[in-house]
């Protein structure tokens, strides 16, 4: 049954300089989840448009995780 997915499982998350990338099996780049590491360093006037690292990465943890959390039953 999961052959017959358009993006097959495992998603996996990988982290670069700007934010957290999901991709598929395949490699087929799934999403992107930014963030920004200075968010409490400066202050920016518009800080509650960006993720922090750690918000990024929960975000980009869960979407990795979709196709677990939604397995089709086994008959």
């Known amino acids: 049954m999961d052959n ?3 993006f097959p499982a495992p998603w ?4 670069d300089r700007d934010g957290f ?7 087929f ?5 930014p ?3 200075d968010l409490h360093q ?3 006037q518009y800080a509650n448009d960006f993720l922090s ?3 990024a990465r929960r975000i980009a943890k869960a979407i990795s995780r979709l196709p677990e959390l ?3 039953p086994q008959y």
């Open 29 to 33: 780049f799934i999403c992107a989840v």
């Open 4 to 6: 017959l997915r358009r």
């Open 35 to 37: 963030h920004r590491e």
């Open 70 to 72: 939604l397995k089709r």
């Open 42 to 44: 400066r202050s920016y």
């Open 53 to 55: 690292r750690e918000e």
């Open 12 to 15: 996996v998350m990988k982290e």
């Open 21 to 27: 990338q999901v991709f598929d099996a395949s490699g």
